[in-house]
């Protein structure tokens, strides 16, 4: 069974930093893109961040030099550091496997790890 479980959000101070983790379990973890999306109150879901199975990324522009996504597939974990957050950041950030590196997502979603920008 996929399980993919997010962790690391919290409540930041504008421009501070958090690294949020996905630990997946129950698939290849390699041969996968990933992506971290994010949803913020009364929005769709957005992909904010994707990286292939070799390792190249591509960023939306609202996080493009602030945020960072890597992989390390020895620990099947994929991570996101976030830097220079905005309260525009304030969403439940999720991860999940894609088709490519623009996505789409496929299968199940986990529960996600809020993020709170706040002064």
């Known amino acids: 069974q996929v399980q993919l479980v997010e962790s690391g959000g919290g409540l930041v101070q504008p421009g501070g930093s958090l690294r949020l983790s996905c630990a997946a379990s129950?698939?290849?973890?390699?041969?996968?893109?990933m992506g971290w999306y994010r949803q913020a109150p009364g929005k769709q879901r957005e992909l904010v961040a994707g990286?292939?199975?070799?390792?190249?990324?591509k960023y939306d522009d609202s996080v493009k030099g602030r945020f960072t996504i890597s992989r390390d597939n020895a620990k099947n974990t994929v991570y996101l550091q976030m830097n220079s957050l905005k309260p525009e950041d304030t969403a439940v950030y999720y991860c999940?496997?894609?088709?490519?590196?623009?996505?789409?997502?496929?299968?199940?979603w986990g529960q996600g790890t809020q993020v709170t920008v706040s002064s």
């Open positions: 990286i292939s199975s070799g390792g190249s990324t």
């Open positions: 999940n496997k894609q088709l490519s590196i623009d996505g789409p997502s496929f299968g199940s």
């Open positions: 129950g698939i290849i973890f390699s041969i996968y893109a």
